[in-house]
């Protein structure tokens, strides 16, 4: 009778029992933390593509609402993708090493013609708003569109993100978003003002996704604005 006390004091799970069991459980763990790790992914990417979707439709809004207050006769478009990067650490536009910037910006881009740059002054202002696309000179994989001022252009338009001569120049995407491309074209329409066009290609620098998975990287935006300028 003593025996089987002593023999029932003792009972435990066996060794089987407590590795079926510790197999369980990591299986469990691993199962959660997997899981964990792909919504942390999904809603970082998600936060992600907001932003893209957010910087891309905030340099839509503002070209729109700026431009539209503008005189045809008082915007510029230029192609100088070739000739001028920005370097992001020193927020300056750096112009490659013979660059022929007066060829360039002698004369503006004809009709449905992409460029890069738009050179505009609104009505009632004496000062010209310059925006632009340029890649970065310390990273050509990151691409910026930059806003700036200048007190007069007038036949002196390479003269736009020239350190010394405009205001400060101010990126208007920030570091987690890449703009690829940022094309610039406009329509003559029948009362002589532009119809003009803005098309923007960016996506989030940070992505946790695998190449393969159904989620787009890139974002797509494009605006639509014609000047509003009285013709006589």
Same mark, same amino acid.
């Given at each position: 009778m003593r025996i089987k006390k002593l023999l029932k004091k003792y009972e435990a799970y066996s060794l089987v029992e407590m590795l079926i069991t510790i197999v369980i459980i990591g299986i469990v763990m691993l199962i959660a933390s997997v899981t964990l790790t792909t919504l942390i992914k999904i809603s970082t990417v998600s936060s992600n593509k907001t932003r893209v979707r957010t910087e891309s439709e905030?340099?839509?809004?503002?070209?729109?609402?700026?431009?539209?207050?503008?005189?045809?006769s008082d915007v510029y478009i230029y192609n100088s993708s070739s000739v001028r990067k920005y370097d992001p650490e020193e927020n300056t536009v750096v112009d490659e090493l013979g660059a022929n910037l007066p060829a360039i910006y002698g004369n503006?881009?004809?009709?449905?013609?992409?460029?890069?740059? *738009?050179? !505009?002054?609104?009505?009632?202002?004496?000062?010209?708003?310059?925006?632009? %696309?340029?890649?970065?000179?310390?990273?050509p994989e990151m691409g910026y569109i930059i806003k700036t001022t200048a007190s007069d252009l007038t036949g002196r338009h390479q003269n736009c993100f020239t350190s010394g001569y405009t205001g400060y120049l101010i990126p208007l995407n920030s570091e987690i978003v890449d703009i690829d491309s940022f094309q610039i074209a406009y329509t003559i329409l029948d009362?002589?003002?532009?119809? *003009?066009? !803005?098309?923007?290609?960016?996506?989030?620098?940070?992505?946790?996704?695998? %190449?393969?998975?159904?989620?787009?990287?890139e974002v797509h935006r494009q605006a639509v604005v014609s000047t509003e300028g009285i013709v006589w």
């Open positions: 905030f340099v839509l809004e503002l070209v729109r609402r700026t431009v539209r207050n503008s005189n045809p503006s881009l004809g009709e449905n013609q992409f460029g890069n740059e *738009i050179h !505009f002054r609104p009505y009632g202002y004496e000062s010209w708003v310059c925006i632009a %696309f340029f890649t970065s000179s310390t990273n009362d002589s003002n532009y119809m *003009i066009r !803005f098309d923007i290609d960016a996506e989030p620098t940070e992505w946790y996704l695998s %190449f393969g998975a159904p989620v787009r990287k």
